[in-house]
């Protein structure tokens, strides 16, 4: 089955709304990264985050290793947000970087 | 500035083709990565390498090969290319324990 499932598949904002994202992965892992896809675009790293909690501007990654889990939060969403998050469990197997299919989230102003 | 570069940005081929990808990084990383995205299916990796000369296969690796020439270089290679390689592909380098870097992408339209 898959190795890392994201939900929501997608999600619709009104501009300043928070946003949760999830993020579960079924492999043993070293640590999370999240990423962010503009439309059409490259992958920006957002967090690369081993464990617990990490901050950045209106950002927040928390990341539980022995749960299997890690959330991305979006606080006061603005339009400039809107664009693919994708998850990617590291260090499962040697150095490979295995994605999610991720969230796509649009904000609306 | 660390960057991977990616050439072409487009590329039409046709069936049956030789198609060949080239990635480029400055960053001096020992990673280097191939995924295609897709509609549906989110990012997935096709070939890596741990370093020059080095090459492993990835989750979808048919239909494609990889060579490593140099710690700079990573091409992937589609010696008969199919419809179903149509996609978007994206080259990536790292090291351990650091989000890896990602190209801006090559998009691929095989007739």
């Known amino acids: 089955g898959q190795q890392v499932q994201q939900s929501p598949a997608s999600l619709v904002l009104q501009e300043g709304e928070n946003a949760e994202l999830q993020c579960n992965f079924s492999?043993?892992?070293?640590?999370m990264q999240w990423f962010y896809q503009r439309p059409g675009g490259s992958l920006v790293s957002l967090f690369y985050?081993?464990?617990g909690t990490k901050h950045s501007g209106r950002l927040t990654s928390t990341t539980v290793i022995k749960e299997r889990r890690s959330s991305l939060h979006i606080s006061s969403s603005q339009t400039t947000d809107s664009g693919t998050y994708l998850c990617?469990?590291?260090?499962?197997?040697?150095?490979?970087?295995?994605f999610g299919i991720g969230t796509l989230l649009s904000v609306k102003p | 500035e660390a960057a991977v570069t990616q050439s072409p940005r487009n590329k039409v081929a046709v069936t049956g083709g030789k198609v060949t990808l080239s990635c480029n990084q400055t960053?001096?990383?020992?990673?280097m990565y191939w995924y295609r995205q897709d509609t549906g299916h989110g990012l997935r990796l096709i070939h890596y390498?741990?370093?020059?000369?080095?090459?492993e296969k990835g989750d979808i690796p048919d239909g494609y090969k990889a060579s490593r020439p140099s710690q700079e270089n990573f091409s992937l290679i589609l010696e008969l290319a199919t419809p179903s390689q149509t996609s978007v592909y994206f080259c990536?380098?790292?090291?351990?324990?650091?989000?890896?870097?990602f190209g801006e992408g090559t998009r691929l339209s095989v007739l």
């Open positions: 990536a380098s790292g090291i351990n324990n650091q989000a890896p870097l």
């Open positions: 492999t043993s892992l070293n640590s």
């Open positions: 985050n081993p464990s």
């Open positions: 990617a469990p590291y260090g499962s197997s040697g150095n490979k970087l295995i």
């Open positions: 960053n001096n990383h020992n990673n």
């Open positions: 390498s741990y370093g020059a000369g080095s090459t």
